[in-house]
Structures are given as C-alpha cells and as structure tokens.
C-alpha cells in the first residue's frame, strides 16, 4: 500500500511518500478500510517530531481519524460502505484495519470528503463538552484556539446544545469565530479573557489546549463549581497552581486524550456520539469546517500549513 512515513524524527522535511508500506494485518473481526480521506493534527506533528509515540499496538503510522470505503466487512458493516474511523494512527496510508466499533457510516450532509476530519475532532468536543464537561444549555463556556479543527467543532455542539459560548482567537480568525456562533471572540493578543469573563461572572467550563500558560488565568476565569479541562500543551507542562483557589472556589481540573481512551470506553464514546451527534451531521445541522485539502503525498506541505497558524477549520489530506 502507499503511505506516508517518518524518516526519523523531526520538521516536515523528514515526511516521506513510500509505495510498498506493508498492508495493515487483517485481525479477527475488524473492518479493512480503503482510505480515501485522512486529515493533519496537532498531535502528527507532535508525533512526527517525536515528542507523541503512538500508544502500545497502534500503528507507527501517522493518522487519527480516515474516511473510506469497507474493503473487508465487520460488525455492521458490508463490503463497499462508505465509512469514516476512530483511529490511534496509521491514516496516512492507503488501507487501515480498525475495529468496527470505532467506525460510523459517513452521514448524508457530510460527504467521504469532509468525513475524513470529523472524527478525532468532533468526537474530542462530545467527549470534553458533553461527557467529562457536562456542559448544560445556558451555561457559559470558554473554548481557547476556536479557530482550529477542535475549536471549530466545540464551538457548533456547545451551540447545539444552547450554551454562551466565549472563545479565544487571533486576528482575522475573530470574524469567522463570530460568524459560526461565538457569542464573545477575544483576541488573545490584546485582550485578557481572564478578567473579561471575571467582569461577566464568569464561565461553568473551560475548554483549553495552552495547558501551564493559561493554568492560572483559567482558575481565575472560571466561576464556583466551574470545571477544566485541559486536551492539550501549546503553552507548557508545567505551572505553578494555588491551591487554595480549587478550594475556595470549589473548582475542578481535569485532563483528557481521545487517543490512548482503552478501547471499550471508546466504542462507548462512538456509541453514543452515534444518537446524539451523528444525526444532526447527518441532517446538515453541523459541520466539518475544512480550511483546505492537500494530496498525501504533500504532507509535509499539510503539516507546515498548520504550523503556520494560518486559516481556520481542518487540513484535509486526499489519500
Ligand atoms: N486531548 C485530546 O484528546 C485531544 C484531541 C484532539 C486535539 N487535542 C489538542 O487540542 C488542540 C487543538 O487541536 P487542533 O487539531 O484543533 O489544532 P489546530 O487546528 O492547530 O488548533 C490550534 C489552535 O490553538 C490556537 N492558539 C494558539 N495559541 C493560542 C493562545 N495563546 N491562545 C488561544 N488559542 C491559541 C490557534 O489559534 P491561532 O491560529 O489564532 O493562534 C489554533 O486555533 C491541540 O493542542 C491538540 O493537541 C487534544
């Protein structure tokens, strides 16, 4: 099969294109996918700079989520569905073998294309928001980096579900934010959002992916009994946290990866972001936002586009 693979650890330059990658081995019960779509993540270029190895049994291959077609059915799924998947890697390549119970059929108003880049971003939002979050309607929450492939899915399902949704952008990015729902975009620039929301009483849940950089101005951000969730580290490891804030403001932090979930609580996710959310992807109601596509072959071109911070929404890679 064709795939992309890293040739040692590094920038983009050490992505490379090979024609004869071994074929994932089949496994007693799991789908065999023909990737059509896949797309980028922060977490590949962690991975690809070595900092993100995948979990015990995954693919060394790049790739959480593809869109495609069954080549080998399972579970309940026939021979030329179209399909996307849940992946802990490999999505960089022309086939994957998946367990049937991380896949969905690709929902009507979506399309193979986009499907490529729903899951590892829709499903993060549905399981931070709505089952470790349990965002309510008329809640206020904070989403930080609404711009990118997670933001702009937390920001459409903490909308469906009727919450104040305030998030943090930069630049021309503030505009889009607005235009998909945020009630308040703060240029995280310019404007401090911690004492912004301080001033409107505060936010019941904060979505964050700075980690250190933002730990104290978050704790100060949220109101009593408010809830964070930290999904990733842009800003840091380490930070230094006052206690006695947790306490007093009966506050509480928590931490999550989508990626190393064991597999039985991820068929549970799948299962049930199937009733909740799949139907509204399916009627239109929700979307991937798709900044651009590049072909696999130009992943290394994909990955820097990325990094650069430019454009709002998924980079999509046709396989
Ligand atoms: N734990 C999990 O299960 C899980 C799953 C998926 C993703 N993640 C994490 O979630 C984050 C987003 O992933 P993604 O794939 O959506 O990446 P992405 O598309 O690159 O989005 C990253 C976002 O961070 C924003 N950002 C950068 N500096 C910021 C700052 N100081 N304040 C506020 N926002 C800032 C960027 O906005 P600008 O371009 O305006 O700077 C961009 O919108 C990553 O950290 C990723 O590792 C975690």
Redesign the pocket.
């Known amino acids: 099969m064709h795939a992309i693979v890293c040739e040692g650890a590094g920038g983009p330059e050490v992505l490379s294109w090979v024609d004869d990658a071994p074929a994932p081995p089949a496994r007693a019960g799991w789908l065999r996918i023909a990737v059509r779509w896949t797309a980028v993540?922060?977490?590949d270029l962690l991975q690809r700079q070595g900092y993100y190895p995948p979990p015990p049994g995954a693919s060394p291959l790049l790739g959480l989520e593809a869109a495609g077609v069954v080549l080998e059915a399972a579970g309940p799924f026939a021979v030329g569905d179209e399909v996307m998947a849940l992946l802990p890697g490999g999505g960089y390549a022309s086939e994957v073998v998946v367990d049937p119970r991380h896949v969905l059929p690709v929902p009507g108003a979506i399309g193979l294309q986009s499907a490529g880049g729903l899951m590892?971003?829709f499903l993060?939002a549905y399981l931070n928001l709505t089952l470790l979050g349990e965002l309510e309607a008329g809640q206020r929450v904070l989403v930080?980096?609404?711009?990118?492939?997670?933001?702009t899915a937390a920001l459409q399902w903490a909308n469906r579900l009727g919450a104040e949704v305030w998030t943090?952008?930069?630049?021309a990015?503030l505009e889009r934010c607005r235009a998909l729902g945020a009630t308040r975009a703060l240029d995280?620039r310019l404007e401090d959002f911690a004492t912004e929301l301080e001033l409107a009483g505060g936010a019941d849940l904060i979505l964050d992916?700075?980690g250190a950089?933002y730990l104290e101005p978050n704790l100060r951000a949220l109101r009593t009994h408010g809830r964070l969730i930290v999904?990733?580290l842009?800003?840091g490891r380490k930070a230094e946290l006052d206690l006695l804030t947790l306490l007093q403001g009966r506050k509480q932090i928590l931490g999550?990866?989508?990626?190393t979930l064991a597999d039985e609580r991820k068929a549970d996710l799948v299962s049930r972001f199937r009733d909740e959310v799949w139907p509204l992807l399916d009627r239109g109601e929700l979307a991937v936002v798709v900044e651009r596509s590049f072909p696999l072959r130009c992943a290394a071109a994909a990955h820097a586009h990325?990094a650069s911070?430019a454009g709002v929404g998924k980079i999509l890679l046709e396989v």
């Open positions: 993540n922060r977490a590892e971003t993060t930080h980096g609404e711009s990118g492939g997670v933001g943090t952008a930069s630049g990015k995280y992916c700075l950089r999904i990733g842009q800003g999550s990866t989508l990626r990325l911070g």
